[in-house]
């Protein structure tokens, strides 16, 4: 087996937009072709149709200075399709099909043959590396790589499922049961939370010394999008939100969230710390920031997340005359 020659086209896709990363690229799902049999076959005949190999939630990328995900015609990779237990249709573009295949840990010699040809690699490492495009592919092929390996029981009768729908699909085995389940998406929110000249971040326990981020959580039922940023907001921080306003969303496979982010202005300024969530909470002026980034005392979230663009829609939007923008002062700074 080897990797198909990198397509130079794809290097069209390279330059980064202002559009948050991992969904950049918009590919048709077809998804009115899913069950259709016959077209599944035909494109898993054809040798323009790529297929992405997945192993342990890590995709094959091939590093280096024009970095690219690795993926395989059908031909190439017919040890891959048959010993997959996890197919799934991603999509089709220009006539071209993609696919993921599920590569199991159990499969030693397919694993090895593969790393030959690349890295098994974290996506979150690799997609500032990668062309927009790709990446957005690989996090599709991620999430729906996890989604099969949680699901390959019924949650109501604990039989085995099996694979249908091009794998957006699973179906218990037990007659007397036939549950369908589908992949499912979590819904987490992300805020910028300002008052005034002020931004107010905080940082997990477990990242690197002097990193900090924008306050985040999982929605819970029952809830508005608002109200889960004010509550998330209170809850670890103690400070109060008395406007929200939607900015953006992401997808975040890692392992199955989208992220919903907001800006949201303050109503009080007292930090009470959940320090079961957080280490530490602050405000922060652009000027600390711009020090910080200079000195090397402040971190920044990757730019890959959507926690970045709220952070820097809010420090370019009003920053003092000559101060330069985010981006610049971030320039070279080790994520």
């Not at 790589?145 to 729908?165: F, I, K, L, N, Y």
């Amino acid at each position: 087996m080897e990797p198909l020659p990198y397509d130079p086209r794809e290097a069209d896709h390279r330059s980064r937009s202002r559009l948050n990363g991992l969904c950049s690229y918009v590919i048709d799902r077809v998804t009115h072709l899913r069950t259709d049999a016959g077209w599944i076959e035909s494109r898993l005949a054809d040798e323009r149709t790529r297929v992405l190999p997945v192993w342990r939630s890590r995709n094959l990328v091939q590093a280096g200075d024009l970095a690219h995900a690795v993926m395989f015609a059908p031909g190439e990779a017919a040890d891959l399709i048959e010993g997959t237990d996890a197919l799934v249709l991603l999509g089709e573009d220009e006539g071209v099909a993609y696919f993921a295949a599920a590569v199991s840990p159990r499969d030693d010699a397919l694993h090895a043959r593969l790393s030959s040809l690349g890295e098994f690699l974290d996506l979150r490492d690799t997609a500032p590396l990668l062309a927009a495009r790709e990446t957005a592919l690989l996090a599709h092929a991620r999430a729906m790589m996890h989604w099969h390996q949680t699901h390959r029981h019924c949650g109501s009768c604990g039989a085995p499922t099996r694979v249908v729908e091009a794998g957006h699909s699973r179906v218990c085995t037990r007659e007397a049961c036939g549950r369908s389940v589908y992949p499912r998406t979590d819904p987490a929110i992300i805020v910028a939370v300002s008052r005034g000249e002020r931004l107010l971040l905080g940082r997990k326990p477990d990242w690197p010394a002097g990193r900090f981020s924008t306050v985040a959580g999982f929605v819970e039922p029952g809830e508005t999008l608002e109200e889960a940023v004010a509550r998330e907001v209170k809850e670890e921080t103690g400070v109060i939100c008395d406007a929200v306003h939607y900015h953006s969303s992401q997808p975040w496979p890692f392992p199955s969230s989208i992220m919903l982010g907001f800006h949201a202005t303050a109503a009080s300024d007292d930090i009470v710390v959940d320090r079961n969530e957080l280490d530490d909470a602050r405000w922060f002026t652009r000027e600390v920031i711009a020090a910080g980034l200079a000195d090397g005392s402040f971190l920044l979230p990757r730019p890959l997340s959507v926690s970045f663009r709220l952070i820097e829609d809010w420090f370019d939007a009003d920053r003092p005359d000559g101060m330069p923008s985010l981006r610049s002062l971030a320039a070279g700074h080790t994520w």
